[in-house]
């Protein structure tokens, strides 16, 4: 035991219940500096992000970058040319691109229009009926745009124009294959390119 009577340095007792004795004990002074820091930290945080826009939250940079894609997009669509019907069918005849497409129709489009585009909860894609037209640049419209509210979803945002191209020819090679087990025939019937 030391021999310094701590007595006289002992903080003040506030409080005393049950005999548990709590005293007046000063704070570290690292533990005040660090509350200090953070709280300082986190006023300055919420006023450079959410009062006064000084860095972008995460939505807002979310969408800044989207925007960038988008038009980085729109200028490449534009340096490709028009997506027309004749290039489209001349797609449709190339083994590399139809290739292509099958296997984004696998992966994506599958699990709706059924591996072989027999359909399911998406209509067949090898009958001769169309909801939406089977010309070329229907097929390639509804695919990269989508039907909003019946269930097929736009996936030009999510595969890119290339792919978007090459799904279309795929299914222009499935038209009036008719695979068998198909899903009854929706929609008008196709009247030719
Ligand atoms: C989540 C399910 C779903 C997925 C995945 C999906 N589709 Fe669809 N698709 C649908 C539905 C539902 C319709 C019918 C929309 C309607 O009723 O107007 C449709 C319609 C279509 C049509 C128009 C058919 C017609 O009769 O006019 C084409 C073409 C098509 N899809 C191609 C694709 C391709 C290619 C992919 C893959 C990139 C794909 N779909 C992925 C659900 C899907």
Redesign the pocket.
């Known amino acids: 035991m030391s021999t310094k009577a701590p007595a006289t340095a002992r903080p003040p007792v506030v409080h005393t219940y049950d005999d548990i004795i709590e005293e007046d004990n000063e704070l570290p002074k690292w533990w005040v500096g660090t509350l200090l820091l953070c709280t300082a930290f986190g006023v300055a945080y919420y006023m450079a992000y959410s009062m006064y826009g000084i860095f972008d939250n995460p939505d807002i940079a979310f969408e800044k970058e989207s925007a960038i894609t988008r038009a980085k997009e729109a200028e490449r669509l534009k340096a490709e040319g028009p997506v027309d019907k004749a290039a489209l069918l001349l797609l449709s005849k190339d083994s590399a691109t139809v290739a292509d ?1 099958a296997q ?2 696998t992966t ?2 599958a ?3 059924a591996a072989n585009g027999g359909g399911g ?5 090898t009958d001769d ?6 010309a070329p640049d ?2 390639y419209k ?2 990269n745009e ?2 909003t509210g ?4 736009a ?1 030009g945002p999510q ?1 890119g124009s290339k ?2 191209k090459a ?2 020819a ?2 222009i090679t499935l038209r009036g294959t008719k695979v068998a087990g198909g899903k009854e025939a ?2 008008a019937p196709f009247e030719g390119d």
Do not use: D, E, S
């Open positions: 497409g984004v129709f994506t489009c699990v709706c229009h909860i998406g209509p067949n894609l009926a169309w909801l939406h037209g089977g229907a097929i509804t695919i989508g039907v019946k269930g097929m979803p996936w595969l792919r978007v799904a279309a795929y299914v929706q929609g």
